[in-house]
């Protein structure tokens, strides 16, 4: 058995009665290679064979998305950007397959805006995968993330409400909890309850540090994070 094959791929067994051909994958457009089988006998006579394989083109999944990161929640559009890798076979002629990785799905070439939340304190990453699929069957996918980042979360918890005058209140009365992901500036603001005017203000996560000094006086602490 001798075999040959045109354009030139690599051919392992190619002295074989079964051999393997090594077709490399193709994103532009179809190609027909030509196969051919020459038969021996003992008695040395001979026998040819041709045949025509086609080797469809694989398709390019692509897309682009509005926003690849945002604060929650966001309305996000895609840009189908998918090429068949036949020319003349536009999107038109592709099918398609969407997973918004929110539980969400679509086939449309297009798809309407798809909102993603976050109701935690850390990112919340979605993975979208787009399967395309040209005329031909082949396919290819692709996977792209969107980022929705948490809004900020105010918390703190106090070991005392109320204490002999004078009342300091400071870090050792109030523990501020620390979300990273969610909050980066800390200010604090001490407010006088009947006339709410501010009566202090500081930046910084530990930056409380007000005294009550007169018996039967209160006020209202304030933790603003953005």
Known sequence: YSWSITPNITITGGSSNNPTFNFPVTTNDSLVYLINLLVLDANGCADEFDLNYTVYPKPTADFTPSLMDSCGPVSVTFINMSFSGQTGMDRKTMTFAWDFGNGLSSTDSIPPGITFTNTGVVDSVYS???????????????IKNITVHPDPLADYTTSSLLDCAPFK?????????????????????????VSNSVL????????INYTILNADDSVNVELIVS
Request: hydrophobic content about 40%; overall charge negative.
């Open 169 to 193: 209140i400071d870090t050792t009365i109030i523990t501020t909890i620390h979300y990273p992901s969610a909050n980066n500036t800390y200010v604090w603001r001490v407010i006088d309850p």
């Open 128 to 142: 979208v995968q787009l399967i395309a699929t040209n005329a031909f069957g082949c396919s290819d996918t692709i």
């Open 200 to 207: 202090q203000s500081s930046i910084g996560i530990n930056s």
